[in-house]
């Protein structure tokens, strides 16, 4: 089955600084890659994802890259605020059509602390 | 909306009682999924179900049972409570193949 790595488990940094969290996926077939952000006490929520489709997407602050030749696709966050604080997770699937449900898979999970 | 709802949200056990870990939505998603959150683990697939009536086995499914009887209940069944189960358990729900899944707020279960 497939297989999240995810780098590095911890990070900090100052605000205003940028950030870059990456993980590795071990199936060719998986399509769909999102992250999710998760603050103390809720559960995760959906801030980006990306399609095999397409090699890099941005939504303000957030961009993710996707490299499928070497199976890898990073999480960037500039312009760090305090609130950018939390728990992020990468995760990839794969749709193979009809009903079939695309199962994913997270990675470890990455702790991100900006320093005002 | 509420949208997914988790009850309850703290719970101990002794090893070898059962309980029900309770999830609704009402955004009328027709996928719903159960995970289990541990330290350095990430979060791993339990059970999931593609509409009523119809479930399947994730990752890690030993010792846990579900059932979906209605689109927007999606009960998690503890049969024999084993520290093991210690963790953190997060109910899912989407509308289609390709959408963002929403999580609940958790379950944080303790057995001892």
């Known amino acids: 089955g497939e297989n999240v790595e995810q780098h590095p488990s911890t990070l900090s940094v100052q605000e205003g600084d940028s950030a870059v969290i990456k993980c590795t996926y071990s199936d060719s077939a998986s399509n769909y890659f999102p992250w999710y952000k998760q603050e103390l006490g809720k559960g995760p929520q959906l801030i980006i994802d990306i399609r095999s489709n397409v090699g890099e997407k941005k939504d303000q602050r957030i961009a993710v890259t996707l490299n499928k030749t070497a199976k890898h696709f990073s999480l960037h966050i500039t312009e760090t605020q305090p609130e950018d604080s939390a728990v992020y997770f990468c995760?990839?699937?794969?749709?193979?059509?009809?009903?079939?449900?695309?199962?994913?898979?997270f990675g470890q999970g990455t702790i991100l602390t900006v320093h005002p | 909306n509420a949208g997914v709802t988790q009850t309850p949200k703290f719970q101990v056990l002794k090893t070898g009682q059962s309980m029900t870990l309770q999830c609704a939505q009402d955004m009328n998603h027709e996928y719903m999924s159960w995970y289990r959150q541990d330290p350095g683990m990430g979060l791993r697939l339990i059970h999931y179900?593609?509409?009523?009536?119809?479930?399947d086995q994730g990752e890690v499914p030993n010792g846990y049972n579900v059932s979906r009887s209605t689109t927007e209940d999606f009960p998690l069944r503890l049969l024999s409570a084993a520290p093991s189960q210690t963790s953190v358990y997060f109910c899912a729900s989407n509308r289609g193949l390709d959408s963002p899944l929403h999580f609940g707020n958790g379950t944080r279960l303790t057995v001892t």
């Open positions: 995760a990839a699937s794969k749709y193979a059509g009809g009903t079939s449900y695309g199962k994913l898979t």
């Open positions: 179900s593609v509409g009523a009536g119809i479930t």
